[in-house]
């Protein structure tokens, strides 16, 4: 590996990018004295636009005091590591370039760099990162890579959030073996996506379908409007990013139009669609996207916004797509998935899917489903306001028959809010492993285990609360078996079940079933303010069947005047207003909802000054926090992340608040590069 040369530009030096709408190329952008950057915009500076719109004015002055707040960068900056893998079969090394600038600054200089640009030669090994960028501006970066020398440029865009840590931040790039340039913005003919599609299968793998960017231009919604389906992606190893040269995502839309077809058809393997808009499903039973058939494994979606089911899913995987959660496993991460008519994402028929990281919401018929022998793996969700429907669950997991098989879930991190109906339901033919998640403010129970048909659901619960629902929290039914800790499927309990009475009439835990329930090691509405439960108001408040056939003792004391314990958080860095999941143990989730006057106040319940349920401090400065469970706290970022501090979570108990170890974030997640 050699870097030919490297550019590093000031943030007193014009950027080496082509100034595109979001890019902040000027000096006062970052300048600690707003009275200079004030002067420059009432001058008509052209080179000072804070708000990336390309036009120096008045509205600048906003983000320019916002700017002026921020904290002093520290001295030694960021460092970036940047990373080429190299598929395209060459044996010399590969020449790229790469360049990058400062989008949203986290911090105050003027000594750090604001922009950097790379030539490079990269080893085709990928041993070591092709160069390595130092003296970074920490915040929010814009990364531009291009291959040289190919018919078909590479051009691929990236926003990354940098931070000073003494491990470098990482940005990598693919060499593809090949290129195609989307040009056309119609639905069929010469340089269409249909075209790059039909001409996918015979051009070299990996495949990069890309758009061109002046004819999808940055930070403009700009939509292929089909009038008919669209060709499949039947053939495997190809990438279509959407991305545009802001790095912005959502921006280069695929529209069905509301015709009877979908957006995407997936049949083809290890094909990644990142950055899109896809949208406008028509007719009965169309999904927007679907990934449908045994050769369809190992797809990831990533980074896309889906809307607009009329008649069906958002996403669809169906037919044994993806064999297990192994490798072939298909992915949706990080994605939104809205406004299907019925449910946002749906596995069937033996397919496995992974959903991690998306927002899915105001879905009519259900946020997340399992059925027909699905199978479903989903982490750190956030699924709210889905209802209108029949099925308006957030997560549903159900089988058929016994020749469909059972349909399964895997649960971790999820918050699951608002429903119409259940937060999570469980019906005949069906397992469930729930764990760390949030299931809350939901129409009728937060958990429901039942079978009204075939053979009993059997689900595992641990580390979950069920708070504030509108009838009951958890509910097992007919000859369905639910552990909510020490019965035979191993649940270490660490649950909570609080407020989910109100209005009268629901029950915390209701065993409507001829089994016993068995929900030792959990946290209670009634367990009282003593350091041990009050196991006779446990059995008369929170139980519907007063304790005959739920073994509840020994219960977790919310105030057991032990301190808490944070094991690792979810992401390791992040910015202001975005979530951070915190992990471990002994948090209160019962103080940190019981309000009879607001139930689902949860950050009022959860406050700093004066102490209240838990608080947590990221740097000293209090973190609004959205969700409780005795073994997650789910939080807002209160500022972006800039170098590795700590955060502190201090739990309530009564007379005195006990804080946990400092446990460190805004920190980078990789392990360390090889030596510089």
């Known amino acids: 590996m050699c870097a030919l040369r490297t550019l590093l530009v000031g943030v007193s030096a014009a950027l080496a990018l082509p100034a595109v709408a979001g890019s ?34 008045a509205a600048d002055l906003t983000i320019t005091a916002e700017r002026a707040a921020l904290p002093g960068c520290p001295s030694a900056g960021a460092s970036l590591a940047v990373e080429v893998e190299e598929r395209a079969g060459a044996e010399d090394d590969v020449a790229v370039e790469v360049s990058g600038d400062l989008v949203e600054p ?3 200089t003027q000594r750090l760099a604001a922009s950097y640009s790379l030539e490079l030669e990269c080893d085709p090994a990928g041993v070591e990162p092709c160069d390595i960028v130092r003296r970074l501006v920490p915040g929010v970066w814009r990364h531009r890579f291009s291959s040289r020398g190919d018919a078909d440029p590479q051009l691929q865009y990236r ?10 931040d990482r940005v990598r790039f693919t060499h593809f073996a090949s290129s195609l340039t989307v040009t056309n913005r119609a639905n069929a003919g010469d340089g269409t996506l249909r075209n790059a599609l039909q001409s996918a299968a015979a051009l070299p793998k990996p495949l990069l379908i890309r758009f061109h960017d002046l004819i999808f231009p940055a930070g403009v919604p700009t939509a292929i409007n089909l009038d008919f389906q669209l060709t499949g992606l039947a053939t495997n190893d190809v990438t279509i990013d959407g991305t545009d040269e802001a790095g912005d995502i959502g921006n280069r839309i695929i529209d069905a139009r509301g015709l009877p077809f979908g957006a995407l058809s997936i049949t083809g393997a290890r094909n990644h669609i990142v950055g899109m808009a896809m949208r406008n499903a028509g007719g009965s039973n169309r999904d927007v996207v679907r990934i449908d058939g045994p050769i369809a494994g190992s797809n990831v979606i990533e980074r896309c916004v889906i809307s607009d089911s ?7 995987v169906d037919n044994g797509a993806g064999s297990a959660f192994d490798d072939t496993v298909n992915i949706i991460k990080d994605s939104e998935i809205e406004a299907a008519v019925d449910k946002g994402i749906k596995v ?18 259900g946020g997340v489903q399992s059925t027909l022998g699905g199978n479903l793996d989903t982490s750190e969700n956030l699924i709210e306001d889905n209802l209108g429907g029949t099925a308006q669950n957030g997560i549903s997991v159900q089988g058929f028959d016994p020749i469909s098989g059972s349909s399964s879930l895997f649960s971790q991190g999820d918050i699951v809010r608002t429903s119409g109906a259940n937060g999570v339901a469980v019906r005949g033919f069906a397992v469930a492993t729930i764990r760390d998640s949030y299931l809350g403010a939901n129409g009728t129970s937060g958990l429901r285990v039942f079978n009204d048909m075939g053979v009993g659901a059997v689900v595992f619960a641990e580390g979950t609360t069920v708070a504030c629902n509108g009838v009951d929290g958890a509910v097992a039914a007919d000859d369905s078996r639910l552990d909510l800790g020490g019965g035979e499927l191993g649940s270490g309990g660490n649950n909570a079940l609080t407020q989910n009475n109100l209005p009268a009439g629901g029950a915390n835990l209701r065993n409507a079933t001829g089994n016993i329930v068995s929900a030792v090691n959990n946290q209670w509405e009634n367990c009282g303010t003593d350091t041990t439960c009050n196991d006779a108001a446990i059995a008369a408040r929170d139980l519907s069947d007063d304790g005959l056939r739920t073994v509840f003792a020994p219960a977790q004391a919310q105030r057991s005047l032990q301190p808490p314990i944070v094991t690792r958080v979810s992401p390791t860095k992040g910015r202001a207003g975005e979530l951070l999941r915190i992990y471990g143990l002994r948090f209160n989730a019962i103080d940190g909802h019981f309000d009879e006057r607001s139930c689902e ?63 460190t974030v805004c920190s980078n997640p990789s392990e360390p590069l090889a030596a510089d």
């Open 159 to 168: 926003r990354t959030l940098v931070t000073a840590d003494p491990v470098r």
């Open 310 to 316: 009329l008649g069906g899913d958002g996403v669809s």
């Open 601 to 663: 106040d949860v950050v009022g319940r959860n406050q700093c000054i004066p102490l209240r349920g838990n608080c947590v401090r990221i740097d000293g400065i209090a973190a609004p926090v959205e969700a409780v469970t005795p073994t997650m706290l789910a939080v807002r970022w209160p500022f972006t992340c800039v170098e590795p501090v700590r955060l502190v979570v201090t739990v309530d108990h009564g007379s005195v608040g006990l804080a946990s170890e400092p446990f």
């Open 106 to 108: 986290s911090c105050r």
């Open 24 to 57: 902040q190329p000027s000096d006062c952008l970052i300048d600690p004295s707003p009275d200079k950057t004030i002067a420059a915009i009432f001058a008509g500076d052209s080179e000072c636009d804070p708000n990336g719109d390309l036009v120096s004015s």
């Open 348 to 365: 069937t028929t033996g397919a496995h899917v992974r959903v991690e990281g998306c927002w899915v919401h105001d879905n009519i018929n």
